[in-house]
Structure formats: C-alpha cells, structure tokens
C-alpha cells in the first residue's frame, strides 16, 4: 500500500495505491492514471531559465515540452543552465532538442525575445 | 500616450491585463500604467507551472500565462506605459487626474475611470518580530525568486526556509536546483500553508525537511548572516523555552504573507476592508468611491491567478459600462456568517446584473464537508457544497440574485 499526493491539480487528493494496483482517493481519472504512474516511472516538468545574448534579456523561462523521468530533473536543470540562446525565439518554440535523451525537448516560455530589434 | 483615457489600469500584471483587454473589448479607450520594464507582473518570475488550470485547463507556466493576455493587449493595441510611477492621483468632478514619472519625465494624464491593481508586496522580517542584526542575507521568497529568475542571480548556499506557503516551498525546490542546500522549512502554525502537492513535488522531491511548530527568532551574523536561532511554538504560536536551536546558515528566505498594495486607495480616502485589506467593494468589482475599481491581489490575496484574471475581466467590463453611462448605484451590505475569514464583494449592487454574482470567500479555518450558503431576506437562495476547506484557498461560488431585495448573508455552514 503506497500514499501518494497527487500533483495534478490544486485538489492535491490523497491517493492510496494497493498491491495490485488498485487506486483510491482520486476524485478523477487524471489522478488515477497519476497514481499509476508515479509508481511505476515517476515524472515531472522542467522548469528553469537560461541565458541568452541579448542584453535586455539576460535569462529568460524554459520548460520541458512534457515530462521526465523525475530522477533526471536535477541534471536537466544543470544542461539548460549550460545553453545560451541567441536566436529570437518564440512560446513554444526549441531551445534544447531531446533533453538528456528523454524524446522530450525544452522549449521557451516567452516571446520578449521577438519583441528585440 | 494620450492626455485623457476613458480607464487607466494601475499595475500591468494578471489582474490589470485581463481589466485592460475587457474594458477596450467593451469599449473604452484604455491606458496601462507599469512600474517594471515588462508587462506580467508577478508571473514574469514564476517561471514553475500549475497556472490556468481552470481559465485554460491546461498547465501553464507563469510567463506562459501572462504571455496569452500580453499578446492581447497588443492585438487590441491597448496604450501601454512602462517604467511609469504614479506619484499622484487627484479627484474632481469630471474624473481623476493621474501624475506619473517615468525617464520621460514627469506627466499628467486625465481618466473618466481608475482600475486599481497593484498586487501586493511581501511582509517583511522587521514586521514579524525577529530579533538581531541587519546583515546581508535575509531576503524574502519573492525577492530570491526574481534575483535567481529574472537576473540569474544566486543569493544562497545555505539557506533556511521561513514559512510553508507555496511561495517558500516553490523556492525551496528553486534554490535547490540551482545548488543551493535548503537546509529546512520552518513554519510557525502546526499545519503547512501551501498546498498539498507542492509539499510533494517541492521538499518530499528533494529530501528537504519541513518542521511545523517551529520558528526564526534571532538572526546570528553582523555582516552576513551566519546562523538563524529556531524555536519550537505552542499552538498560540508562543515561543516555548528550552527549545532554542542553533542553525548555522548564510541565507534566510522569509514567505510569511502577502500585504495587498492600497497606498493609491488609501490616498484617495477609499474604505479599506479589514479583512481583505483590499478596498471594499460591491459585485461589478466597483469600490465605493464612484469611478475607482479594483481587481486582483489588491483587492484581496488569492491563490489562483485564474481568479485574478476573472476579477480583472469583471472590473474592466465594469469600468467601460460606468464610463458609458454613470449611475447612481443601489448598494446592500452582504453581511458575512458562520465560518467566513473574508468575503469579495462586500457590497451587491441592486441596480447591476446579479445573475451571475460571483463570489470569492476564504474560509476562518480547516475544515471539509461543508455547505456555503447565500442567504437572502432570511431565506437560502443558494447552496453549494464543499468537500475540502482550507483557511489559504479561495472558495469561488456563483448564484443568481437576480430580484433579490434585502441584505444578503454568506456564510460556511
């Protein structure tokens, strides 16, 4: 039995897992299918900024496009630190392809860089 | 920029965005006013995820957010002044003349209407009492958020946590990505403030601890902190003697509450609610002084941005109706009952739209399996219940008042 908090929305339900993978305490079927996960390949977003070349725009946010196995975040975290972005990007739109190998790539989150002349 | 708007919006964030887009898409000529270089506010530096879940039901990060109103209010070419202060805000009887600084220098702008919303700022380690020097190295959340985020910054190697809100254990996770080493959130109330699932993805994630009960009472260090003294606290919150602990560190990141920013409200002589600490203000989010609404953080603290961004669209439509055509409102009080920490609006206007009155209340504790209630000349109009009740979750209902005619109670039964 494993008591899992699930992080899919503010509810935060706590689900109970059993040993034959029955699941409890979800009030939806997103938090089923969390649970489920989380105990068989646990995995999160990426969240982080990276540099850039332009001088109004030092860091900007970076996400990854979807989620990673959990046990890579840190060292995703240490990659992106390590780009430097120097082409214009837009919401969306690639910073890293296939991070750390997982399919998943980071892509930025603003479009304050389209607005530089 | 013009010299005369039909709505200056205050503050360029969530609540001003969406009370900006309204208001042109109503039909007002519309100035936003931004003290920082961007628009965005808050959420340029939330960089985390978890917004828009109820606006958009999708995952959004802060800038992603403020990226979709953004990019509206430049499709709707809305007039936009950055690095502008106001300095002053006047009334007379054809309106509000608003003075403002900027590097242009200093100007006068006229405006039928004034949408406040300022957001909040950050209490302070001086407001909650904590004993010692003034060295470097005590910062609040929002301030190690935007020096990491915004200028790639690292404030910390060793830090303690003080407080278990959502923006403390967000940077918990933070700082600990970035290399530091939280040492340990500390939160003074027996129960954690943020949510649930922050407390997982953020410290269970990462193995940092989260010690209830306990608080900062002295910082350690003349120039740069050194050490911060916990405490454990009864559940009055009292220091309990003999439970002093030394906690060597360099940094002490303090997220003990958020102060809605009312100084322009207050220089206007408008009531301030002192529940809220936001203006009092009736169902079209207008305030009591004719011509000003209000939206947002200021307003009162909420949890969800998507609520700020329905107060922005409240007010601003609001604002643009008013500008068209004024009226003398129809004000009752709604009265607050069992169970209600703070209630938005504090006033229902007789003479607007009551339809779809929404309401935005925060609960006086913990609690689950309760009913909100909106009573109406004695009578119960309106029942909604409630599973899970948290003192620091804003609890969003929506009734129909329409033909209502005495006073109305909420209330938590």
């Given at each position: ?13 706590e ?9 409890s ?16 390949d ?27 196995p ?7 975290v ?19 392809e ?20 | ?10 503050g ?9 887009i ?7 000529e ?49 007039d ?5 202060f ?33 957001g ?21 959340a ?46 003074a109330?027996s ?47 009292e220091?309990?003697?003999g ?11 303090l ?5 809605p ?50 107060n ?85 209902i ?16």
């Amino acid at each position: 039995m494993r008591e899992i908090i699930c992080i899919v929305c503010p509810n935060g339900c706590e689900l109970k897992v059993g040993e034959d993978f029955s699941v409890s305490g979800n009030l939806c079927e997103r938090g089923r299918q969390f649970a489920l996960q989380e105990i068989r390949d646990p995995r999160r977003t990426v969240t982080t900024v990276c540099r850039t070349v332009f001088p109004d725009h030092p860091f900007v946010p970076v996400r990854s496009a979807g989620e990673i196995p959990k046990d890579l975040v840190p060292r995703a975290v240490r990659e992106a630190g390590k780009k430097i972005i120097d082409t214009p990007l837009g919401i969306g739109e690639t910073v890293i392809e296939n991070i750390l190998g997982t399919g998943t790539d980071i892509i930025i989150c603003t479009n304050e860089l389209k607005e530089v002349r | 920029m013009k010299d005369r708007y039909d709505a200056a919006v205050i503050g360029g964030g969530p609540a001003g965005l969406a009370a900006a887009i309204s208001a042109k898409e109503n039909g007002a000529e519309v100035l936003i006013i931004e003290r920082e270089n961007a628009l965005g506010g808050i959420l340029k530096q939330c960089i985390h995820d978890g917004f828009g879940l109820i606006r958009y039901g999708e995952k959004l990060t802060g800038p992603e957010y403020a990226w979709r109103d953004i990019e509206k209010v430049r499709k709707l070419e809305i007039d936009t002044a950055l690095l502008t202060f106001v300095l002053d805000v006047r009334a007379d009887e054809d309106g509000y003349e608003l003075v403002l600084t900027s590097r242009e220098g200093i100007r006068k702008v006229r405006t039928a209407a004034l949408i406040l919303a300022t957001g909040c700022r950050e209490r302070t380690g001086k407001q909650i009492f904590i004993h010692g020097d003034r060295p470097a190295g005590i910062l609040t959340a929002g301030c190690a958020q935007d020096l990491v985020n915004l200028k790639g910054q690292m404030p910390a190697h060793r830090a303690v946590i003080l407080g278990s809100g959502d923006i403390g254990l967000i940077m918990a996770r933070r700082l600990t990505l970035e290399g530091a080493e939280v040492i340990g959130v500390y939160e003074a109330k027996s129960r954690p403030g943020g949510l649930a699932r922050n407390i997982s993805q953020c410290l269970d994630d990462y193995g940092i601890p989260l010690h209830l009960s306990t608080t900062v009472t002295r910082t350690i260090g003349k120039d740069r902190l050194e050490a911060v003294e916990v405490m454990k606290v009864s559940e009055d919150l009292e220091p309990l003697p003999g439970t002093e602990e030394i906690v060597p560190c360099d940094t002490l990141i303090l997220s003990v509450g958020l102060i809605p920013e009312n100084e322009l409200a207050e220089s206007l002589d408008i009531r301030i609610c002192p529940q809220t600490k936001g203006p009092y203000a009736d169902n079209t989010l207008h305030t009591l002084k004719e011509g000003v609404f209000s939206a947002g953080n200021c307003l009162s603290v909420n949890d969800l941005v998507d609520y700020v961004s329905e107060n922005g669209m409240i007010a601003g439509r609001s604002a643009a109706a008013w500008v068209r055509k004024k009226r003398e409102r129809d004000l009752v009080p709604v009265k607050t009952g069992k169970g209600i920490g703070s209630c938005v609006p504090q006033y229902l206007d007789k003479g607007s739209d009551l339809k779809k009155t929404v309401f935005w209340l925060r609960s006086d504790t913990d609690d689950h399996d309760r009913e909100a209630v909106i009573r109406t000349g004695g009578n119960a109009v309106f029942r909604k219940k409630i599973r899970t009740i948290r003192q620091a979750e804003t609890i969003r209902i929506e009734a129909d008042l329409s033909g209502m005619k005495e006073e109305a109670e909420v209330s938590l039964e």
